[in-house]
């Protein structure tokens, strides 16, 4: 729980800042209109509104910006959907949020010249495992009514961006801080990891993106990297150059512990063998010895029992394939991965 907690917040931090809102809608949201939105006058709107008539929801954004040509507000309201199931009434929340914003924008006087309640775009943003197959609009909710009815009935509709369906997505050659948040979410080996942060710091590396650097780096080490790196303790970083140097050193790190396990059980097999036989053989065997059972022990932490064909193969290998291998490790998201 306490996880999932840092995970909303660190996720409504970075949706707090404007370039990541403006990478999701130029990313994401594929419609001709977007090309007509003026994104440098994008500005966050207080949602005390909600928070005062229904159940608290820390983790909505709600955002608006200027058409090019007009001189009127599109409000964008951002949900981000954590749990980890689906919810089938989601048309009907965000119909009951939508109606709240104009309410609000109705008694604070804040609407526009035109006097006319301004278009909204709803968004859910989802993250959760299950395939998201709930209605993305309220009309597939409603019984069928009588006949002359249906002209009566209320309707809305959200837009879904479900993170699953870019996971495989490779990074865009133009800046989009939002694909690299996809992809770090969904990566696999700390190698996934340093090729995608090696271009978010290139993308953020002007002084006025200080803030959203730090909510990166934020996002990094209180979710991503203690899901990635189970009991390593972190110490705090505030930049995403800290998290690059962290996640270097790291890699040496056990490159270097891994190889130094080997060789001294390697060793240790080697005089345990010398002595019984006798011959500087016995000792070369036994280094080798220990360094087959150490790569068949990481890999099955790795990736669990190994096959028959896996462990002949191990067995006849020489030293220049087992180091090889031994480094493979650190990288590969599967077994077949280990031997390319």
């Known amino acids: 729980m306490a996880r999932r907690t840092q995970h909303d917040h660190s996720y409504r931090l970075l949706f707090s800042q404007p370039e990541m809102v403006a990478d999701l809608l130029r990313g994401f949201v594929d419609q001709a209109w977007v090309e007509s939105l003026n994104m440098e006058t994008l500005e966050p709107v207080k949602t005390d509104f909600i928070t005062r008539q229904l159940q608290e929801r820390r983790a909505d954004c709600l955002w608006r910006v200027r ?3 007009a001189d009127s507000w599109l409000y964008i309201y951002l949900l981000l959907e954590f749990q980890s199931r689906p919810d089938r009434w989601m048309p009907l929340r965000m119909l009951t949020y939508v109606g709240l914003l104009y309410q609000m924008l109705v008694q604070s006087g804040s609407l526009g010249r035109s006097d006319k309640l301004p278009p909204v775009l709803p968004i859910v943003l989802y993250n959760g495992e299950p395939t998201w197959q709930a209605a993305r609009e309220l009309s597939l909710l409603l019984e069928e009514p009588p006949e002359g009815l249906a002209l009566f009935q209320p309707n809305m509709r959200y837009l879904l961006i479900d993170e699953s369906d870019y996971k495989h997505e ?14 770090l979410e969904h990566s696999q080996t700390t190698q996934d990891i340093r090729s995608v942060l090696d271009a978010l710091v290139e993308w953020v590396s002007s002084p006025e993106q200080r803030e959203v650097k730090q909510a990166f780096a934020a996002w990094m080490q209180k979710v991503l990297l203690p899901a990635r790196l189970p009991g390593v303790e972190l110490k705090e970083m505030q930049g995403l150059d800290e998290v690059q140097n962290m ?6 790190r056990w490159t270097k512990d891994w190889k130094q396990q080997g060789l001294e059980e390697g060793r240790e097999e080697g005089r345990e063998e010398g002595r019984e036989e006798g011959r500087e053989e016995g000792r070369e065997e036994g280094r080798l010895l220990g360094e087959r059972l150490v790569l068949q022990r990481q890999l099955v932490r790795r990736f ?16 220049a394939d087992l180091q090889e291998w031994a480094d493979s490790i650190l990288d590969a998201s599967t077994l077949d991965e280990v031997f390319l």
Do not use: Y
Not at 170 to 183: D, G, H, I, Q
């Open 170 to 183: 490779p990074l865009p050659e133009t800046r989009n801080l939002v694909s690299a948040l996809f992809r």
């Open 304 to 319: 669990g029992e190994l096959d028959a064909d896996t462990l002949q193969r191990i067995e006849q290998a020489g030293e």
């Open 247 to 252: 996640l270097e050193e790291r890699v040496r």
């Open 67 to 69: 058409w090019q040509e």
